[in-house]
């Protein structure tokens, strides 16, 4: 089925591409073969911007759909990513607060009292 379909497709585009030259060339008005050779190159020339139309077309689609692709899946991802960004920075600040302060507390606390034992142990005499 798709040998029939490659094949279909090449006769239509030789015929879309040889047709032009065969009808200009073979018309009854041959005046001129220069005016034979404007035909053909308006016709070839309509046929390429018709042509590029479409690809316009089909380019527009395309990146709009790519745009609905990045809206529908790229932004919930962020979001995402978002939430696990502040779930982390909950999690740091809960440590902080409940594991770090009350050792930093304890460890100040230490060294005031070996501070202050040190100094209540010095046995140096002053001098006069």
Known sequence: MKIFFFILAGILVLGVLVLPIILVFVSQSA???????????????????????????????????????????????????????????????FVSESVVAPIIKVAGAASGVKAAVQTLMRRKTPKP
């Open 31 to 93: 005046d001129s073969w220069l005016i034979n050779v404007r035909d053909m190159s308006l016709i070839y020339s309509s046929l390429f911007m018709c042509v590029g139309a479409i690809l316009f077309i089909i380019a527009t689609g395309l990146l709009a759909m790519i745009a609905f692709l990045i809206r529908d899946h790229i932004v919930p991802a962020i979001d995402k990513l978002n939430d696990t960004a502040k779930t982390v920075r909950g999690t740091a600040t």
